[in-house]
């Protein structure tokens, strides 16, 4: 694997802390038909594979293996993101993870490397730097002084201002910090 590739895969967020947060909708570890999977196989109980620390104090039907979307177990309260048969069809998934790249992500964090590795770090960095961007942009039309530091932490802290992009980039491993907001005020 390229050396500036795993330099620049840098979630920010575990996945235990993705999870406690609350994300997905409470749906990542659902059970799965066969029919829903690209490999045809049906997964229950997929989520007893994550280590107990990350699941403390949570309701697991709600939080983790709910089968209805729950926005209100997102920590934004919005519902984002596409259907896994979306997915399938998009050609995101492998059949080594068939939930998709938190799956592949929870299994790299614990230590598993594989095929599938490279690709998954592309597609989080490429995600990552295009809604970034994004939200910042739309962080900074909201401020008047951007050498305002007052004004600066409360819109930045505001998280009335796209909740779905900040909930979209919390299932991917990151959330927004002051110096990557700082970094690209500084950069455009």
Not at 112 to 133: G, H, L, P, T
Request: with cysteine.
């Amino acid at each position: 694997m390229e050396n500036n590739l795993e330099k620049d895969f840098k979630p920010n967020l575990t996945p235990k802390e993705i999870i406690q947060f609350g994300s997905f909708g409470g749906t990542y570890f659902r059970d799965l038909k066969a029919t829903e999977t690209i490999n045809k196989k049906d997964y229950t109980d997929v989520w007893k594979e994550l280590p107990s620390d990350w699941l403390e104090g949570l309701n697991i039907s709600k939080s983790i293996s709910s089968q209805k979307y729950l926005k209100k177990s997102n920590k934004y309260n919005v519902k984002c993101g596409t259907s896994l048969e979306d997915w399938n069809n998009s050609g995101w998934i492998e059949s080594i993870d068939p939930y998709g790249w938190f799956m592949w992500y929870c299994r790299y964090y614990e230590g598993r490397r594989c095929y599938d590795d490279e690709r998954q770090m592309k597609r989080q960095i490429s995600f990552v730097n295009r809604w970034r961007a994004n939200l910042c942009g739309k962080i900074i039309n909201k401020i008047d002084d951007l050498n305002d530091e007052n004004q600066i932490n409360e819109k930045l802290y505001n998280f009335q201002i796209s909740p779905g992009i900040r909930q979209s980039l919390q299932h991917w491993g990151y959330v927004l910090t002051k110096e990557d907001f700082m970094s690209y005020i500084n950069n455009r």
